[in-house]
Nanobody, 120 residues
Framework: QVQLVESGGGLVQAGGSLRLSCAASGSILSIATMGWYRQAPGKQRELVASITMGGSTNYADSVKGRFTISRDNAKNTVYLQMNSLKPEDTAVYYC??????????????WGQGTQVTVSS
């Protein structure tokens, strides 16, 4: 079994910062791309940022220059540093990871989500 556990969400004022973490555990052989998605009320889930095993990153235009994604491959953990937060960043943030397990199975796994609320 593979599990993703997120932490770090909360309430912050506009202009503030938060750091999200997501740790993968279980029968993991290797992790390919890891990423963060978000879903605001009434909207579709959207990609915020992703990072490959080699460290190549991709960001949504709306967060470029404000958010930074990173990962610690030894800890199977991905981070999202969010600076200069805006009210429109308010959403539930989900961690995603593409994982090979020891059975040879490849699949996409999701965390349970963590709420980020930015007040104006």
């Amino acid at each position: 079994q593979v599990q993703l556990v997120e932490s770090g969400g909360g309430l912050v004022q506009a202009g503030g910062s938060l750091r999200l973490s997501c740790a993968a555990s279980g029968s993991i052989l290797s992790i390919a791309t890891m990423g963060w998605y978000r879903q605001a009320p009434g909207k579709q889930r959207e990609l915020v940022a992703s990072i490959t095993m080699g460290g190549s990153t991709n960001y949504a235009d709306s967060v470029k220059g404000r958010f930074t994604i990173s990962r610690d491959n030894a800890k199977n953990t991905v981070y999202l540093q969010m600076n200069s937060l805006k009210p429109e960043d308010t959403a539930v943030y989900y961690c995603n990871a593409n994982i090979f397990d020891y059975r040879g199975t490849y699949g996409a796994y999701w965390g349970q989500g963590t709420q980020v609320t930015v007040s104006s």
